[in-house]
């Protein structure tokens, strides 16, 4: 069978499983879970072995050793992998779950219940936890899932889906429910984004570049992030040692992640004291500084920051820093140059607390905290299957129930429409 | 300017006036709501004859008579017309909600509040009454929209854009809120489909053509529904006086709109006593039936049903029925057959109410009612801007809120990530 066919044969399947798993009630999809997670920790001998084989490839490929590192299984992270298969068992099922009900003037009572969105695909880079974990987060919402990992993952994947369909089975659920595509041709996603007729929603999880090429291509809708260019303004009588530590964490804490802190905007009548402080905070724990030509007159060693550095997502230990004249200022400039995904004030100024919340519409906007809360865990959605910096669907990090839509729900007891 | 050029420029002052609506008062937005309703009425001499060009380009051109009816304004559709932008005014505003909070075992206060989508691109057929529902809709919820009706309109909507536009200014609202496209060209909708940089949201409305067309050039999200073949399925021991009611309401009250009803299911159990008496009342009310064999042995003069008749959303006076011989094979017809738009069950049996409203997954699922409910105003949702047959981001009916997203505001005190 061609790539072609065989993609459309898993869509089909996963259609078709979609249609049992919107019914599947929370104790079978829980009790699955569960076997899941004993099902990987049993299997810890074989998915080392696979995986050794992706891990040899990529060495040969000469991969850097960040890659290599997040590719590689060991008793550790397979541990960690059942124990969140787990977690998500533990969840609150947001299928059936009726969001409201309100009654008509007519006695109609109309109520919006969460239902699956049927199929998602799932297009990733190299990480097989994802596979898991994403297979685990759609079959809770019920959900079928295509997951489309890595090619240097391919070994891990295909052996990670035998073992989680081994389980579907006994569980008597289809094994069309968790597929994933055990063909490495890039034509396999590229026909997989084509079919809309079977699958409901892809969400691609990767550099901004895998990110633009799916949409590029996708017929289907797709939720997505490109970067995440997330701002922290110190206001003017701000707490300079809560600013501090905020600052700290958001920017070196994990450098890499998109909610990581990437310009530093701070009032100018605190500018003088708080820069000198931060900086060397900052320094210490390795951060490079740009700044506007007012920073560099307080923090004279530091570079230029450039136009095109306030658009930047550094990924890294370098921090974009600009003074502003006031909260009006560095509202303007994280709507110029932000990407919306996250922005915090630190402030004592209550006015100015509200205004911000109120003002500045990115998917999530904090006072007083740090930028890396933004995180479906962090914020209490249970899990994390993504985050969307575009407003359809969902806007900021995405739980469960972003993976349901709702549908109306009436009792009536006779009524016609006059 | 070219026609590029003009609606790239039209975008653009769109989104600029987006950022602006996203932060007005719910004062502001019903004031200007409010001395809208009274610019119609005050300019309606020149409505008047804007639309009389129109009404008689039409007929040079050979409308249908329905067609240049839904075009025509007069007096009295004048008057409906300011009366619904005071209905808008009236409901209350989505923007700034908050749907719910949460604290957080570190402290962290999580909420998620309602802000506009942005730019909403409407596309539309002939009548005119839907350029201000549309605008009145997006304004309220704090969205700039571009409208693009019928060339057959142009003339109509160009002067119901001036007089809104006026209305705009004298609040000091940028006239960018609301538009209309004045070209008639259709490269103007081609080019309006490409600017996902200005428009967040497409949401055509109109015959099944115009939204494939629109769906296919799309480059935006696109909600959508193409059809409804909405089912009334008629379970044993129904009340059939009942039944009979809802499926004469259903069919006929307006059988040319999507929520009525397309295909009735009946129970084998009690179609020897039902068909003949809901046969009587749909044959008074100029009802031509197709029945399958069965239905057949009951009603032995109407016509044969065809595989295709159960796909067909027939919008006139004809009326597919199906003997069943249970729930399973009801649910399973609307599973295969159905459009996901609005399905009805009659019924005096609990446990098949519940199964009903629970298995279907449609977008609006009733028990003992009229498919006829299925509308934004029948809800109680306050207005209707669309219906939506897609899962993401809105399912069925689509009211002020589903002109919305929401962000994640969280308020700390210090909080850093460990």
């Given at each position: ?93 947001p299928?059936?779950?009726?969001t ?12 919006r219940?969460r239902i699956p969105l049927g199929?998602i695909g ?19 919402s019920?959900n ?55 699958i409901d929603l892809i969400i691609p ?10 949409v590029?291509?996708s017929?289907i809708p797709v939720i997505k992030h ?114 919306l ?22 998917s ?12 479906g865990?962090?914020?209490?959605l249970?899990?994390?299957i993504g985050i969307s910096t575009t407003k359809l669907h969902a806007f900021g990090p995405m739980g469960l129930e972003e993976l349901t839509t709702t ?12």
């Open positions: 069978m061609d790539v072609t066919s065989r993609v459309v044969e898993i869509a089909r399947n996963a259609k078709k499983a979609a249609t049992v798993l919107a019914h599947l009630s929370s104790d079978a999809k829980d009790c699955a879970l569960s076997d899941m997670a004993e099902a990987i920790i049993r299997q810890t001998g074989l998915l080392i072995k696979e995986n050794a084989k992706d891990v040899e490839k990529a060495r040969k490929m000469g991969l850097s050793a960040a890659m290599i590192d997040r590719l590689t299984l060991n008793e550790g992270t397979i541990e960690g992998i059942a124990r969140s298969l787990k977690d998500v068992a533990c969840l609150p099922d299928v059936g779950k009726v409201s009900m309100w009654r008509r003037p007519n006695g109609l009572l109309v109520g219940m199929v799932i297009i990733y880079e190299s990480r097989p936890n994802v596979t898991v974990d994403a297979a685990a987060l759609c079959l809770k019920g079928a899932v295509i997951l489309r990992g890595g090619s240097e993952a391919i070994n891990s994947n295909i052996a990670i889906a035998n073992i989680l369909q081994i389980v579907l089975t006994d569980h008597a659920i289809p094994e069309g429910a968790i597929q994933v595509i055990p063909m490495i041709e890039r034509e396999a996603v590229r026909e997989m984004l084509q079919l809309g007729e079977y999880r990767g550099g901004e570049d895998l990110i633009r090429a799916v590029n291509e017929k490109y970067k995440g260019v997330c701002h922290v303004y110190v206001d003017a009588g701000a707490d300079l040692e809560m600013a501090v530590d905020i600052c700290i964490n958001a920017k070196t804490q994990r450098p890499g992640v998109c909610n990581a802190m990437e310009t530093l905007l701070v009032h100018q009548g605190i500018a003088g004291e708080f820069l000198p402080l931060v900086a060397r905070h900052l320094g210490e724990a390795g951060v490079v500084l740009k700044g506007c030509d007012r920073t560099r007159q307080i923090l004279k060693d530091i570079e230029q920051a450039k136009e095109e550095d306030w658009y930047q997502e550094y990924l890294d230990l370098i921090l974009s820093v600009r003074i502003v004249n006031d909260l009006d200022e560095a509202v303007g400039h994280i709507e110029k140059y932000g990407s995904h996250t922005e915090s004030i630190i402030t004592n100024n209550y006015q100015n607390a509200q205004r911000f919340l109120n003002e500045v519409n990115s999530t906007v904090l006072v007083n905290a740090s930028t890396r809360f933004s995180d865990f962090e914020l209490g249970g899990a994390e549908k109306f729900i009436i009792y009536g007891n006779g009524q016609v429409r006059t």
